[in-house]
Nanobody, 125 residues
Framework: VQLVESGGGSVQTGGSLRLSCAAS????????MGWFRQAPGKEREGVAA???????SYADSVKGRFTISRDIALNTLYLQMNSLKPEDTALYYC????????????????????WGRGTQVTVSS
């Protein structure tokens, strides 16, 4: 499975961006997909994830502002980011795991097998 992120960029506080992750696998619908981010000097954190049954999970820091979705026909994962803050600045990664995953592990990076190279998001104040 190959994952390629796009859509990152530089925005001001309060702005919006939509990240995309194009997956190579035709069995996209059978994969749990997640968005992770890593800011300089910080550990990578799980931002949002969507399971094969459509269940979603969000980090508390992005609830109400970010929305994860997928287009199975296009093999593409999205992350709509609204009301962006400077603390959202990070390199954002897309990740995938084949099969089912329990809800408590949906944003656990150790559960994911496939990773993209990331797309940079910078939010200025």
């Amino acid at each position: 499975v190959q994952l390629v992120e796009s859509g990152g960029g530089s925005v001001q506080t309060g702005g919006s961006l939509r990240l995309s992750c194009a997956a190579s696998s035709y069995t996209f619908k059978n994969y749990c997909m997640g968005w992770f981010r890593q800011a300089p000097g910080k550990e990578r954190e799980g931002v949002a994830a969507i399971r094969t049954d459509g269940t979603t999970s969000y980090a508390d820091s992005v609830k109400g502002r970010f929305t994860i979705s997928r287009d199975i026909a296009l093999n593409t994962l999205y992350l709509q980011m609204n009301s962006l803050k400077p603390e959202d600045t990070a390199l954002y990664y897309c990740a995938a795991l084949g099969g089912f995953i329990p809800i408590p592990r949906m944003r656990d990076e150790n559960a994911y097998k496939y990773w993209g190279r990331g797309t940079q998001v910078t939010v200025s104040s």
